[in-house]
Protein backbone atom coordinates (compact mmCIF):
# COMPACT_ATOMS: atom_id res chain seq x y z
CA UNK A 1 0.00 0.00 0.00
CA UNK A 2 1.48 3.47 -0.81
CA UNK A 3 2.17 5.90 2.10
CA UNK A 4 0.53 8.94 -0.14
CA UNK A 5 -2.44 9.15 1.87
CA UNK A 6 -5.44 11.84 0.94
CA UNK A 7 -5.98 13.95 3.95
CA UNK A 8 -8.79 16.55 4.36
CA UNK A 9 -7.67 20.47 4.85
CA UNK A 10 -10.17 22.26 6.69
CA UNK A 11 -11.00 26.26 7.00
CA UNK A 12 -9.26 27.87 10.42
CA UNK A 13 -12.15 30.04 10.89
CA UNK A 14 -15.45 28.68 9.36
CA UNK A 15 -14.41 24.99 10.02
CA UNK A 16 -15.53 23.72 6.30
CA UNK A 17 -13.71 21.11 4.51
CA UNK A 18 -12.46 23.24 1.24
CA UNK A 19 -9.18 21.12 0.06
CA UNK A 20 -7.98 17.62 -0.48
CA UNK A 21 -4.60 16.85 -0.91
CA UNK A 22 -2.02 14.28 -0.16
CA UNK A 23 0.64 14.05 1.57
CA UNK A 24 3.37 10.74 2.61
CA UNK A 25 3.03 9.91 6.14
CA UNK A 26 6.10 7.87 6.81
CA UNK A 27 7.92 11.38 5.74
CA UNK A 28 5.68 14.30 7.25
CA UNK A 29 4.58 13.84 10.86
CA UNK A 30 3.29 17.33 11.95
CA UNK A 31 0.11 18.26 10.89
CA UNK A 32 0.09 20.11 7.25
CA UNK A 33 -0.83 24.00 7.36
CA UNK A 34 -1.71 26.22 4.46
CA UNK A 35 -3.10 29.79 3.90
CA UNK A 36 -5.46 29.45 1.45
CA UNK A 37 -8.76 30.79 -0.29
CA UNK A 38 -12.31 29.74 1.97
CA UNK A 39 -15.08 31.05 -0.35
CA UNK A 40 -17.30 31.02 2.46
CA UNK A 41 -15.42 33.07 4.36
CA UNK A 42 -14.07 35.09 1.27
CA UNK A 43 -10.52 35.58 2.25
CA UNK A 44 -7.27 33.75 2.86
CA UNK A 45 -7.25 32.00 5.58
CA UNK A 46 -5.06 28.92 7.41
CA UNK A 47 -6.16 25.87 6.53
CA UNK A 48 -5.19 23.01 8.62
CA UNK A 49 -5.47 18.84 8.42
CA UNK A 50 -8.48 17.48 9.69
CA UNK A 51 -9.32 14.00 11.13
CA UNK A 52 -10.47 12.03 8.66
Excluded: D, F, P
Excluded at 9 to 25: F, T
Excluded at 29 to 34: A, N, T, V, W
Excluded at 41 to 52: F, G, R, S, V
Amino acid sequence: MSQNQLIKLACGKCGRINYWSRKNRKLVERKIELKKYCKWCKAHTKHKEAKK
